[in-house]
């Protein structure tokens, strides 16, 4: 049963004084029946104070202990299955498809970190002994405020990512509820604080508070005892909190992945061999989750020196009938409205094809009218697409070259638009974290090798992700120990190596004893 109230130190505290606000179902307009509450100042700095009081014992816990607590959210989440993929529903419109899909891949990512940390080789254990003793290993920061996100009630959200990748490495995390789904979010609360009770850990190690303010969320940033921050979202709201964490008297990191529009350019000989199959499989991705998704293709560059490819129309007559779901909230589907009302008032664009059935919509400009106009490089979030002509090889380089930071950039080519492509990717490098060669950015596969962050504007720190077991370097600093007698040092570093982990002994990685 949801509370509507906020988790502290394992109590679900009721505040009589506290401000309320409810969620609403996207498809019918209408409040669901929980009134949920704002934390307060007072509920807000003992979740800190509990977390920092918890942290030297969770930061020491054994990597067998923090499997144990990995494995007890995923066996209570499972037989929580039910009821939070109902709420999930109620507070998202979202399909019975998607909300399974995505509780999977909420189990999945619990799942990658269980087996990191059964390997073991995250902490980056290195020893060096000809000279002075020096062995150093990654530890745990700290406290961790994590912001759910607003377009994935689960996998961005109280057990997603940012919340497990923080527990394995060793950091106590309190979540900020996202008031679009706060009762999944609570749900999903519930099972890790039984989790933690199971596993007879400090409870002040998890923390979750409600808000629709964003007061809640500037006090936990601001907060001394908060040691980094994990935020998905828009780039308004992360460049915010980026900017207070810099104000603090101790600045610290936020990891904020802000949105991109994710361009795919087309080469020449790739658009005129298969327009037809890309511009299907771009209405796909476009429309995907009705477009809330993080890496939605919001830029199409074809180049085109004919003049005679109209691929936005192309897209468009594959989207004209189709049906989505309703955005996961009104807010976000008005700020939607809004921004195609003002491509279409201030006649921004060449031509704006929208469908019969739903709010997708796709827009195409000349290369030189996007060039001039920074204000179309600007991310429209829901199922919307620019398509931008280029009608030269120099016209596309000069479009790549004037872009922004971004998640992701896909060069679609053939074997004879190879020299072209080259030229393109020499510039593409430095403008985003993943680059695709085939097929289309949405769908982000949950692995160590995956690269979800890019350059400013997209994320605040390009050299870190917030998808795959790589994640979790962003809740770890390295300590060195010179000279430590071996008893003081910990498992990892011991001569004995009882952890019988992969090391870096004086150049050379084995696992043997010294």
């Known amino acids: ?62 990597f067998n202990e923090r499997v144990f607590l990995l494995e007890s959210i995923q066996e209570g989440m499972h037989s929580y299955k039910s009821e939070i993929i109902a709420t999930y529903r109620a507070e998202s419109a979202l399909p019975d498809g998607r909300a399974n899909g995505e509780f999977q891949r909420t189990i999945d990512q619990i799942q990658s970190f269980i087996q990191l940390l059964n390997e073991g080789s ?29 377009n994935f009630p689960l996998a961005f ?41 199971k596993c ?44 207070l964490a810099q104000k603090r008297n101790e600045p610290i990191p936020v990891f904020a992945e802000m949105g991109s529009i994710n361009p795919i350019f087309i080469l020449e000989n790739k658009l005129k061999k298969d327009c037809s199959v890309l511009a299907e499989d771009l209405a796909q991705s476009v429309t995907l989750g009705t477009g809330q998704f993080c890496t939605n293709p919001g830029l ?4 085109d020196p004919s003049g005679t490819i109209n691929l936005a129309k192309k897209i468009s007559e594959s989207i004209t009938d189709l049906e989505l779901p309703p955005m996961v909230h009104s807010n976000i589907q008005k700020q939607y409205d809004k921004q195609l009302a003002t491509l279409k008032r201030k006649d921004k664009l060449d031509a704006l094809y929208s469908s019969e059935s739903c709010s997708a919509t796709i827009g195409s400009v000349k290369a030189s009218k996007f060039l001039n106009d920074h204000s179309l490089t600007e991310e429209v979030f829901g199922p919307f697409s620019l398509v931008v002509e280029c009608s ?123």
């Open 1 to 62: 049963m949801i509370s509507g109230k906020n988790l502290i130190e394992g109590k679900w505290e009721h505040n009589s004084n506290a401000e309320q606000f409810q969620t609403v179902n996207p498809k019918t307009n209408e409040s669901l029946s929980v009134a949920y509450q704002q934390a307060s100042t007072d509920q807000i700095d003992l979740a800190v104070n509990a977390a920092s009081e918890s942290f030297d014992f969770f930061g020491s816990t054994t």
């Open 122 to 150: 995250f902490i980056a254990a290195s020893i060096y002994t000809k000279g002075p003793d020096l062995r150093k290993m990654f530890y745990p920061i700290g406290p961790i405020v994590v912001f759910g996100a607003s």
């Open 157 to 197: 959200s109280t057990a997603g990512g940012d919340t497990i990748s923080a527990f394995a490495a060793g950091c106590p995390v309190i979540v900020k509820a996202h008031p679009y789904h706060a009762g999944t979010s609570e749900l999903v609360a519930q099972v890790i604080i039984k989790a933690i009770k």
């Open 200 to 243: 007879n850990l400090p409870l002040g190690i998890f923390s979750h508070l409600g808000g629709k303010s964003h007061g809640v969320g500037s006090l936990l940033v601001s907060h001394p005892l908060i040691k980094g921050v994990g935020f998905t979202g828009s780039f308004s709201g992360g460049k915010a909190l980026y900017d």
């Open 300 to 303: 199409i560059v074809i180049c």
């Open 392 to 514: 030269s090889t120099d016209e596309i380089l000069k479009l790549a070259a004037s872009l922004e930071g971004q998640l992701t950039i896909t060069l679609l080519g053939e074997t004879s638009d190879q020299q072209v492509s080259k030229k393109l990717l020499s510039l593409l490098k430095t403008k985003a974290g993943r680059i695709l060669f085939h097929g289309v950015p949405t769908g982000v596969a949950v692995i160590q090798t995956m690269q979800h962050g890019g350059p400013y504007p997209a994320s605040t720190d390009s050299r870190f992700t917030s998808v795959g077991t790589d994640s979790i370097y962003r809740w770890l600093r390295p300590v060195a120990f010179q000279d430590c007698p071996n008893d003081l040092l910990p498992d990892a570093l011991k001569n004995e190596n009882p952890l019988k982990l992969e090391r870096k002994v004086d150049g050379k990685m084995n696992s043997a004893a010294l």
